[in-house]
Every structure is written in C-alpha cells, then in structure tokens.
Antibody, heavy 126, light 108 residues
Framework: QVQLVQSGVEVKKPGASVKVSCKAS????????LSWVRQAPGQGLEWMGW????????NYAQNFQGRVTMTTDTSTSTAYLELRRLRSDDTAMYYC???????????????????WGQGTMVTVSS | DIQMTQSPSSLSASVGDRVTITCRAGQSISSYLNWYQQKPGKAPKLLIY???SLQSGVPSRFSGSGSGTDFTLTIDSLQPEDFATYYCQQTYSNPPITFGQGTRLESK
C-alpha cells in the first residue's frame, strides 16, 4: 500500500542540526512532491516547505528560510528534512506528506496532502 | 500569508448529533480549501479537498461546502470515532500553505 515511513525519535542540543528521513513506497516517487509539516506539543499544524521529487525544486516557508534544506534521493525513494541551528521552540513532531494533485494538473493550488508519514519527534533540550 | 480562522476552537457534541465547523479565510481563496482530521498521537488524515470533494474512503457523513472566504465542514450523525481535531488548509496561495488553528471536537 502507499505509505511514508519516517525515521525515529531525535534528541538534540540547541544549536545542533537534525536530519529526518521519509521513505516512500507503493507509488512512483518521482511523480509527486512532498511537504514537511510540523506540530509543536499541543499546538496546530505549521507548513515548513515542499520539494518536488521529480526535479528537486523547493519552496520553503519564510519562517525557515536559511535554516532548512529539503532533499530527495530518487534511488531510494526517500526525502530528507534538515533543520539547522536548532532552538528549544523547534521541539515538535515533524511530518512528511505527499502532495496529491486532485485534477492531475500539477498545479500547486489544486492539491492536498493525502498520505502522511507517522511523524518524527524532535526534542531540542540542553 | 493568508490567515485561516476556524470556529469554534472547541466543541462538545453527542453521538448522533449533526456538527458544523467553520473556516474563514483572510481573503478570497476560491475553492482551494482542504479539511483534515487528526486523532491524538496520529498524523492528520485528508477528509475533503477542493472545499467539497470527499476523499476516497472517507464516510459520506462528512461533507464540505463554501467558496471565497467562508467554508464549512459538516458531520452528519456523529460517530464515536469522529471525536478528533479538525483543521482547514488553504492552497490558493501556495506557497505558503496555511492551516487553521484547529477545532477540537469532544464528547459531551
């Protein structure tokens, strides 16, 4: 079945970096894109950015510009999120989610996030 | 960025009730509005896309409506498994995608 499986729990110190992986299976990886969404404890959903698995193009949310890098490895159908200069307020569950173009147009507006990974908890603490 | 505001922030209801959750966009977003359900400790699940289209496998008691700035998610005949938090999401201005703050649906 179509699924995204993420890497495990991370505990980091402030100022460090973290790299989270998201392995896709059950569909052709390069035909879609992936968003990364995070959720601080007890809080709502925050979109971090998007990467095309076809050509590696990215769009990052303004809040994370300069601290985040999203990449893919098409040979292993895996996407990666790297977040640098971690702060305590980066403590959150990090999700990858597949972009679903509901009219097959590839148009960003006509999309939703249809398959989600199970989440990776990242804790930043000294 | 387009701000999305949901109301109410929390809601108490009973099994069998009809429940409506509202999402308002800070500007017109046409019908580029999706709804998600999230249960505790789980990833969000897509329920409705394009304001009113039911995602495959989602029960027909869920429905969405609206366009422009005002949208609603309706659950007819609430079931025990429907108690969860619901989020709206706009993709009109993409990037960035923005979510509403969530509506927590609790058992009365």
């Amino acid at each position: 079945q179509v699924q995204l499986v993420q890497s495990g729990v991370e505990v980091k110190k402030p100022g460090a970096s973290v790299k989270v992986s998201c392995k896709a299976s059950g569909y052709t990886f390069r035909t879609s894109g992936l968003s990364w969404v995070r959720q601080a404890p007890g809080q709502g959903l925050e979109w971090m950015g998007w990467i095309s698995a076809y050509n590696g193009n990215t769009n990052y949310a303004q809040n994370f510009q300069g601290r985040v890098t999203m990449t893919t490895d098409t040979s292993t159908s895996t996407a990666y999120l790297e977040l640098r200069r971690l702060r305590s307020d980066d403590t959150a569950m990090y999700y990858c989610a597949r972009t679903y173009y509901y009219d097959s147009s590839g148009y960003a507006r006509r999309s939703a996030l249809d398959i989600w990974g199970q989440g990776t908890m990242v804790t930043v603490s000294s | 960025d387009i701000q999305m505001t949901q109301s109410p922030s929390s809601l108490s209801a009973s099994v069998g009730d009809r429940v409506t959750i509202t999402c308002r966009a800070g500007q017109s977003i046409s019908s580029y509005l999706n709804w998600y359900q999230q249960k505790p400790g789980k990833a969000p699940k897509l329920l409705i896309y394009a304001a009113s289209s039911l995602q495959s496998g989602v029960p027909s008691r869920f429905s969405g409506s609206g366009s422009g700035t005002d949208f609603t998610l309706t659950i007819d005949s609430l079931q025990p498994e429907d108690f969860a938090t619901y989020y709206c999401q706009q993709t009109y201005s993409n990037p960035p995608i923005t979510f509403g703050q969530g509506t927590r649906l609790e058992s009365k």
